[in-house]
């Protein structure tokens, strides 16, 4: 066991630390008022409700590299005060609805390099301070409507090479701060703007590139965005449909006028939710 006080963002902390040391549980030496729990790289996998993970002072804690691939319902909840929560590089294949339950003060969740196909609707209701959402590199294909229920303060998500293909709209009806949005490497062929409820956000730094994209119907709310300046891209985004021209280049037009969407903000939003002018 390695109990020390280290400095972390220019603060003193309480640090447990144990990073490859082949452990298969979480450790029962744990001490009570650790601020800092670092357990990356050994051979943990379960989170079992058994384990108490009872640090209400723990503000990090990091399960990082080990081999985890299950977790149970509300394991996290007496963790009050945990704002950054990293469980990338496991084996997790699923994201029950319950598992974050209570842990209200989480700013950044890290669930990259995992094997996750699939996400239950409210799985993240209770992250309401969340505002960095890694899912990078996983085994995702849709995402449905409530998948991000409750991030009412989720600044970023990044969803970077997984297998999405279909988007269902209103997927991001409850992400109003959402501004930047990974999707790069995936199979997505259209993205219609209806992916968010009642228009798209304020500002967007939208990525994706390394998608099939076909520039027809689908984008022309891109094209709006980018002319007007609430919407950027990322500079590799291609038509597969028209020789890898950049969407930037594309010349996409509404046939029938534009249609505004109304904020709370001080502006409104212009797209095409019509079929466009090739």
Known sequence: MLVQVSSFEGQHRERYSRPNQQLQHIPSDIPYNSELIELNGNEIEEIKSGNSLDFPNCIRLSLSANRIHSISVA????????????????????????????????????LSHNQIHHIQNDSFSDLDSLK?????????????????????????INLRRN??????????????????????????????WTIFDGGPPKSLDLSLAGNPLICNTSLCWIKAGLDEGWLDIDAGTQCIDR?????????LKCRQGIKVFQRPWPRSAKICPWPCSP
Not at 75 to 83: P, R
Not at 183 to 190: D, E, G, P, R, V
């Open 75 to 110: 394991v996290f909840s007496k963790m009050v005060q945990l704002e950054n929560l990293e469980l990338s590089y496991n084996r997790l294949s699923s994201i029950h609805y319950r598992v974050f339950q209570g842990v209200r003060s989480l700013i950044k969740l890290d």
């Open 243 to 251: 020789g890898s021209t950049l969407l930037q280049e594309v010349n």
């Open 163 to 192: 297998r999405i293909s279909r988007i269902v709209p209103s997927t991001f009806n409850h992400v109003p701060s959402l501004t930047r949005l990974n999707l790069a490497s995936n199979y997505i062929s259209s993205l219609y």
């Open 132 to 156: 960095t959402l890694r899912l990078d590199y996983n085994l995702l294909t849709i995402l449905q409507v409530n998948a991000f229920h409750g991030l009412s303060n989720l600044f970023e």
